[in-house]
């Protein structure tokens, strides 16, 4: 039986986690759950799995981190949201557990952090993200052989095939209008600007130990390829499916196994199409700077992560236009310093002067 720290358990990540190991009760256990703030719908939780172990983050930040280190734990699946997911990534890989990733900031804030320390764990990162999950399946579960290049797909968001210049007076409800996905309103407007992707070439940069020359991102507006690799003889394999989360969530759990699931599969007696479309740099200039920001690597990912969190909520409280998520983020990095990444405290301070950088920018612009 797989012991299970599930760390936000009441986000859309969380709940599928539990709607698995409630329909797996053979499989699988709770011994820890955290939300990141009290609701009835934890204590529902908590009544339902019988944990050994829960805490609320906003109530015990330190109780709900110890969560990621429970003796018990035989998997730590991290769903936190932001940045405060990067140190229950840390604890989790200190503890020595294997850890189910679907918290971005991770890798993107501390991915030369947490790859040193899974290493000398000897503990694996098991990718939840549909499109690196679609990497890992397709490189065999992460033997990652003599591939040529990592192929991310992208589904272009809510404004696909209008230029960036058009786009000063669209509103939050027509940003978090997503063609094909149901998320959270800050993964949707990252969507929207593409953003979102940025970092998920980071992630597999990390993941996958592929330098940024064999990272691809390309358009494919239907969300059914989640990605693709090209190995060295001209091979591409694709891993395909309904735009879902629960085959990533499922399968991080009973990895090396695969369950039957309820997901419904692809009909190939309908016809229907898919199309792959090159992605326009100039179309999603938040797309380039993190691809510069990435490359330049250290400090500077964890500061555009922090920044960005802040302009989206900015542009979702109707305080910056959506062009400006750009000004205020290229702003924050064009006056953070680059230094070596070596410790969560050195990441934290640079969150915070990132975040307190960004708010007085906006303040400036009201």
Do not use: H
């Given at each position: 039986m797989k012991k299970i720290a599930l760390i936000g358990s009441t986000g859309s990540i969380g709940r599928q986690v539990l709607e698995v190991v409630r329909g797996r009760r053979d499989l699988f256990k709770i011994v820890a759950l955290v939300a990141g703030s009290p609701s009835e719908d934890f204590k529902r939780q908590v009544r339902e799995f019988k944990p050994e172990y829960s805490a609320v983050a906003a109530e015990n930040a330190e109780a709900a981190l110890k969560?990621?280190?429970?003796?018990?734990?035989?998997?730590?699946?991290?769903?936190?949201?932001?940045?405060?997911?990067?140190?229950y990534s840390v604890r989790a890989l200190k503890a020595g557990k294997f850890l189910a990733l679907a918290n971005k900031e991770t890798l993107v804030c501390g991915?030369?952090?947490?790859?040193?320390l899974a290493k000398s764990a000897g503990k694996e990162i098991i990718p939840v993200d549909s499109e690196h999950s679609a990497i890992w399946q397709c490189l065999n579960f992460g033997k990652r052989g003599d591939f040529k290049k990592l192929i991310i797909t992208a589904s272009g968001g809510a404004f696909r095939g209008r230029k960036w210049e058009d786009l000063k007076n669209v509103t939050p409800g027509e940003a978090l209008n997503h063609p094909t996905w149901k998320m959270g309103k800050k993964i949707t407007v990252d969507s929207a600007t593409l953003l979102n992707k940025g970092y998920e070439v980071i992630e597999a940069h990390v993941l996958f130990?592929?330098?940024?020359?064999?990272?691809?991102t390309v358009i494919q507006p239907q969300s059914i390829v989640h990605s693709l690799v090209e190995f060295k003889d001209g091979a591409i394999i694709a891993?395909?499916?309904?735009?879902?989360?629960?085959?990533?969530?499922?399968?991080?759990?009973?990895?090396?196994?695969?369950?039957?699931?309820?997901?419904?599969?692809?009909?190939?007696?309908?016809a229907f199409s898919l199309?792959?479309?090159?992605?326009?740099?100039?179309?999603?200039?938040?797309?380039?700077?993190?691809?510069?920001?990435?490359?330049?690597?250290?400090t500077l990912p964890c500061a555009l992560n922090a920044a960005d969190e802040v302009a989206v909520k900015a542009f979702l409280d109707g305080k910056i236009s959506f062009t400006e998520i750009f000004s205020v983020v290229d702003s924050v990095l064009a006056v953070t310093p680059r230094d070596e990444a070596v410790s969560f405290k050195q990441l934290a301070e640079v969150d915070r002067a990132a975040r307190w950088r960004a708010q007085k920018l906006i303040f400036k612009m009201r």
């Open positions: 969560a990621a280190e429970i003796e018990s734990a035989d998997l730590v699946f991290n769903a936190a949201t932001g940045f405060a997911g990067l140190e991915g030369e952090l947490v790859t040193r130990g592929a330098p940024y020359s064999k990272i691809e891993q395909m499916g309904t735009p879902t989360m629960e085959v990533p969530v499922r399968l991080a759990l009973t990895y090396p196994d695969r369950l039957p699931s309820a997901v419904k599969p692809l009909n190939f007696k309908n199309e792959f479309e090159p992605l326009k740099a100039k179309n999603y200039p938040l797309f380039a700077l993190a691809l510069d920001a990435a490359k330049e690597g250290g």
